[in-house]
């Protein structure tokens, strides 16, 4: 199976670049998980917000397959606890092949992304920077693994 993180943003500092490998080195060769950044987009003129997130929407769902599963990573989403996610990616290697989770740019998801998605996710009630949201996404599928495997790494 292979998920691909559909992050806005390029540039981030190194660590989060290593943090998100850390991760993802991690996963079984069976999980593929890989990072896709999206240019963010333009922010000039008078509609600037709107139309960059529209922009960066047509760049992400241009990486989506109508057959992938789409979860939008937004504040309006389900939180959910670690044994959810679990079961989240247990579904996921059984029904699909391929996963997009969609990370939105400083100004989050443009509504065709959350439209278009089959799941709204939330990290947090809190707000995290974008680049963070790189790391944990891949450290929260490893231990949602982990723990589906058994392994020692999630301890309830």
Known sequence: MRISLLAV???LPAWIGDGFETYRKRLPGHIQLELQEIPSGARSGRDRVSSARAEEAERILRRV???D???ALDERGREWSTMELASELERWMA???RVALAVGGADGLDQACRK???RLWSLS???LPHGMVRVVVAEQ???AWSLLAG???HRA
């Open 95 to 97: 029904e699909y092949p």
């Open 116 to 118: 278009r998605a089959q």
């Open 125 to 127: 009630r809190l707000t």
């Open 151 to 153: 392994h020692p790494y």
């Open 141 to 143: 599928l490893y231990r």
């Open 9 to 11: 943003g390029t540039r």
């Open 65 to 67: 397959d109508d057959s």
């Open 69 to 71: 599963l789409l979860i």
